[in-house]
């Protein structure tokens, strides 16, 4: 799924509790990560709940692996891999993400009071990004 | 008589709806909500007659002055400490409780010396202790508590010892609500040979203190849980320590003479306030005390106590739900647990049904760790917290509940 598609999905639903009932769907449906990276070393900091974000670097793009112990975090960190899995270190830098999730209206989730961590997942990614060129 | 329907109009911000509902506010342990007095009384001040309090010989501050000292009375009376010098102004309770480790501990602690603490210990009691016993030599000590989070008598006993030169306490757990009996640790470390200072940053907000009863040392507690302002905090402790101990920070009016090659400090409680005071918080969190007076600790008590056994009963309805922390004759703090859903994701949905609680390892995570857990939701209650509140918490858990439970 890309992420004009996961925008549709999430313009049909009324009320919060559809739209998180689907964002954990997307947790639950992410890419198992193995459990040998659950360790100290891939802990995102800041979180309130463990964040792991685990790094593959390609030839021509970086693959993103991750899990959290809290389902909805979970379901974010599912969307934010849509929106940076398995582009190029250019393609994740032009990344607008703040404007992707007003459109999800899922902004809430970004803003810094929010203690999920995803705001330091995301400059993680972009890090990793940084890194790689 | 304490109707707290009638109370609650006191406060503007739980008159507040929020997106067209009410919120139930149980996040007091975390801070207070004002009420209106506490908000004129400042706004008074700054009207009528601001100044640097302890600076200028005009009218403004004359006024201010004689405020900010009326309400260093007010806090002496509320503890009931035997003399006005005996209160310092801080920060906050941290801050008074680094004062002491900063001053007291370097003056008085060595190698081989111990500083013992509980295992319910905030991390403000426990941080402070741990660095300075780092830089002194001294060991930090912690005596362990029940898995119901009970104080027991016989842990503090054999923890206790003749190496031991100061108790650090709480009075009451900000995560278990578990009350310690300050008097009886008080009289076992001063027979010991021990001073004990006491957090009382959770049991000024429910309950009567009385220092000279208590006979502690040392006591810190904060404006702003007690229904003051942010910004301000109390170190009470005994004049003839106090009297002992050289300044924490230096400048402002703290001195008595000043030469380019040297300087005496002023006497307490001056020596311990460098810089200009938070005045105008100072006589904000005066006002908050006298309101708490003014109802009556005793009925703040009363009806705190009823709503805690309310409280817990209903929490119990919730299935899957696991309080943290139940000795017997605890406060009203309620951490806890629901089924293995993350504290994060139960906050989640409380907050989208207007219910605030805490999340997290709540400042004291060697605490949480020790009852099996990196993080926990904890509701907790203020004098206008009703049983409309807990029925709130208890539909949102519900709803929570069914939301994560896999389908």
């Known amino acids: 799924m890309d992420i004009d598609e996961l925008i549709e999905n999430f313009s049909f639903f009324e009320n919060w509790e559809e739209k998180y009932q689907y964002v954990i769907d997307l947790g639950r449906r992410l890419e198992p990560l193995d459990e040998a990276f659950k ?75 929010r203690r999920n961590g995803m705001m330091s997942m995301i400059e993680k990614i972009k890090q990793y990004a940084q890194n790689a060129k | 008589m304490f109707d707290v329907y009638q109370i609650r109009k006191d406060f503007p911000l739980l008159n507040r709806p ?13 801070s207070a909500q004002k009420p209106q007095c506490v908000l004129d009384k400042m706004m008074q001040i700054y009207q009528t007659c601001y100044a640097n309090a302890h600076r200028g010989s005009y009218w403004f501050a004359e006024q201010i002055t004689e405020e900010f000292e ?21 920060r906050n309770a941290t801050e008074s409780i680094n004062l002491v480790a900063a001053t007291w501990g370097m003056q008085n602690l060595r190698a081989g010396d111990e500083v013992l603490i509980s295992e319910a210990e905030h991390h403000a009691n426990l941080v402070p202790w741990q660095q300075i016993c780092a830089k002194t030599g001294a060991t930090l000590r912690v005596f362990a508590i029940a898995d119901d989070g009970s104080y027991i008598e016989d842990e503090f006993l054999r ?24 008097k009886e640790i008080a009289v076992a470390a001063h027979r010991a040979g021990a001073k004990i200072l006491v957090d009382a940053c959770q049991f000024a907000v429910h309950h009567k203190i009385d220092v000279q009863d208590m006979d502690c040392d040392f006591l810190a507690f904060s404006g702003h849980k007690t229904y003051g302002p942010t910004g301000i905090g109390v170190l009470y402790g005994k004049a003839e320590i106090l009297s ?18 040297h300087t005496t400090f002023a006497e307490i409680p001056a020596r311990f306030e460098a810089g200009t005071s938070a005045s105008v918080q100072a006589i904000g969190m005066a006002e908050g005390l006298k309101y708490m007076q003014h109802l009556g600790l005793e009925n703040i008590m009363q009806h705190e106590r009823e709503l805690t056994a309310y409280t817990t009963a209903r929490l119990n309805e919730v299935p899957n739900l696991k309080i943290i922390g139940t000795a017997p004759n605890k406060g009203g703090v309620f951490s806890f647990i629901v089924n293995s859903i993350h504290p994060q994701d139960l906050a989640f949905v409380l907050n989208k049904e ?18 099996g857990y990196t993080s926990l939701a904890r509701a907790s209650l203020g004098l206008y917290s009703t049983k409309e509140d807990i029925d709130a918490l208890i539909n949102a858990l519900l709803k929570a509940e069914k939301f994560f439970r896999e389908n």
Not at chain 2, 18 to 30: E, I
């Open chain 1, 39 to 113: 360790t100290e070393q891939w802990l995102v900091k800041g979180c309130q709940s463990q964040v792991w974000l685990v790094p593959q670097f390609k030839p021509d793009c970086i693959h993103f692996c991750g899990d959290s112990d809290a389902l909805l975090v979970k379901g974010i960190i599912a969307i934010v891999f849509t929106i940076y899995n398995d582009k190029s270190a250019d393609e994740i830098k032009k990344v607008d993400v703040q404007k992707i999730f007003a459109k999800l209206g899922l902004e809430e989730n970004l803003t810094p009071s």
């Open chain 2, 18 to 30: 929020l997106n067209g509902r009410p919120v139930a506010f149980l996040d007091t342990a975390a």
């Open chain 2, 70 to 90: 009326a309400a260093r009375q007010t806090v002496r009376a509320f503890i009931n400490a035997r003399e006005t010098r005996e209160i310092i102004w801080t």
């Open chain 2, 159 to 182: 923890a206790l010892n003749s190496s031991t030169k100061l108790v650090a306490v709480t009075a009451m757990s900000n995560v278990l609500g578990t009350i310690f009996p300050i």
């Open chain 2, 244 to 261: 002992t101990m050289p300044p924490y920070q230096f400048g402002g009016d703290m001195i008595e003479h000043v030469t380019y090659q």
């Open chain 2, 354 to 371: 207007n219910v605030a609680v805490r999340t997290g390892h709540h400042c004291a995570e060697p605490l949480v760790n020790r009852m």
